[in-house]
């Protein structure tokens, strides 16, 4: 490292750096032990509950949107007045549904009643997911760091490219005939 410091020191016409001693000091003297730097906590958002001690959120994916509601209770999920398990018939998007909830540690504590409407099953159930996310966390903000570096606060930005004219779909471009 100091090779690197001298070189860039002789190239600018700077005096190097004096190396660093390595080891030099006497044994007798205890080393301090090294102390971890110090984070300043992230200020804690407010607890956001309505009248009946529910966190609402809304969440987005594709052309689904869903209204979530979340409230302290058993792990019920209901998704537009069915259970989970009737709605999204597909173990894969169950699982999706309840990500947040594992992130967090919170699985089985907490009651869902969500609407969804418009996009397919796949987009619906990411919808739930971020609105599940998003009241988690308006529940319990000490929870947002968490679920927030699992990255499921972000709405996914992905969605359907549009179809333009003189091709087929979005990039398709219709059968090539030669004559």
């Known amino acids: 490292m100091s090779d690197t ?11 190097p750096a004096p190396p660093a001693p390595e080891a030099e000091a006497p044994a007798a003297e205890a080393p301090a032990a ?6 300043e906590a992230a200020p804690l958002r407010e607890q956001q509950l309505d009248k009946q001690g529910r966190a609402y959120a809304t969440g987005r994916r594709k052309d689904a949107v869903a209204r979530v509601w979340l409230k302290p209770g058993s792990g019920k999920i209901l998704v537009n ?4 398990e009737i709605y999204f018939a597909r173990p894969t998007l169950r699982l999706v549904i309840n990500q947040p909830f594992d992130v967090a540690d919170r699985r089985d ?6 609407t969804v409407k418009g996009g397919g099953l796949s987009g619906q159930a990411g919808a739930v997911k971020h ?3 998003q009241a988690l966390t308006r529940y319990e903000p000490a929870l947002r760091t968490v679920v927030k570096q699992a990255g499921f606060l972000t709405r996914d930005p992905r969605v359907v490219e549009r179809k333009k004219y003189g091709r087929a779909k979005a990039r398709r471009s219709f059968q090539f005939s030669k004559r």
């Open 5 to 15: 410091r001298e070189s860039i020191a002789d190239q600018l016409g700077a005096t």
């Open 131 to 133: 609105g599940i996310a």
């Open 81 to 84: 007045g069915r259970e989970q």
């Open 109 to 114: 504590q907490y009651d869902v009643i969500a």
């Open 34 to 39: 090294p102390t971890p730097p110090v984070q």
